[in-house]
């Protein structure tokens, strides 16, 4: 099955600068790949994905590669502020465009991200 | 805009008793997730539902079942609970076909003391 590595495990940056948060995914099958921002106590809620027919996206802030070739994808957060504080799940799964079936995610470790003041 | 509602938020039962979870989906989302997430841990995949017919598996225990009614909305069923069964549940929803964007509900507490 599909094995995600998350990395780093903690990220600690001052406000106003990028942070990057990076992961590798086993399985070339996979062309799906969101990411969450979880706070505390709360749900995993969608901030960007990306479908592997496409190298890069972003959404003001926020932007996400992804190397198919090297298997691995990133997300970059600029000019941080302290609510981007919580942590990030990156994840991969085998996205059905025309229905008939529902692969679900598999998730990496997560980063905890701090924004230092 | 409507999300995923997950009842109820908090639950606690005992050693061997008997839990049900319910999910109602975003409207018109044709597809249900359920996941698992231990203290400090990712969210775990347990099973999802297309349709209502089961369509993947994932770490799901044979004490547990789910499934998902006409109306879309899916409810996972955990028998002879045991202590290492505490998490937060999370049910999530996309619409097949859409190339599986995945939304979250905010979970369900289970603590089994």
């Known amino acids: 099955g599909e094995n995600v590595e998350q990395h780093p495990s903690t990220l600690s940056v001052q406000e106003g600068d990028s942070a990057v948060i990076k992961c590798t995914y086993s399985?070339?099958?996979?062309?799906?790949f969101p990411w969450y921002k979880q706070e505390l106590g709360k749900g995993p809620q969608l901030i960007i994905d990306i479908r592997s027919n496409v190298g890069e996206k972003k959404d003001q802030r926020i932007a996400v590669t992804l190397n198919k070739t090297a298997k691995h994808f990133s997300l970059h957060i600029t000019e941080t502020q302290p609510e981007d504080s919580a942590v990030y799940f990156c994840a991969a799964s085998i996205a059905m465009y025309s229905g008939g079936g529902a692969d679900g995610l598999t998730f990496g470790k997560g980063t905890h991200l701090i924004i230092q003041p | 805009a409507a999300g995923v509602i997950q009842s109820p938020r908090h639950l606690i039962k005992e050693k061997r008793e008997t839990a049900t979870l319910k999910c109602y989906p975003i409207p018109r989302h044709d597809t249900v997730y359920w996941y698992q997430q231990g203290p400090g841990q990712d969210p775990q995949f347990l099973i999802s539902?297309?349709?209502?017919?089961?369509?993947d598996k994932g770490s799901i225990p044979d004490r547990f079942s789910a499934q998902q009614f006409s109306d879309y909305h899916s409810e996972l069923n955990m028998s002879s609970l045991e202590l290492g069964d505490s998490a937060l549940y999370f049910c999530?929803?996309?619409?097949?076909?859409?190339?599986?964007?995945?939304?979250f509900g905010e979970g369900s507490w289970l603590t089994v003391v």
């Open positions: 539902f297309y349709e209502k017919m089961q369509s």
């Open positions: 999530a929803s996309s619409l097949e076909g859409g190339g599986n964007t995945i939304y």
């Open positions: 399985d070339s099958a996979s062309n799906y």
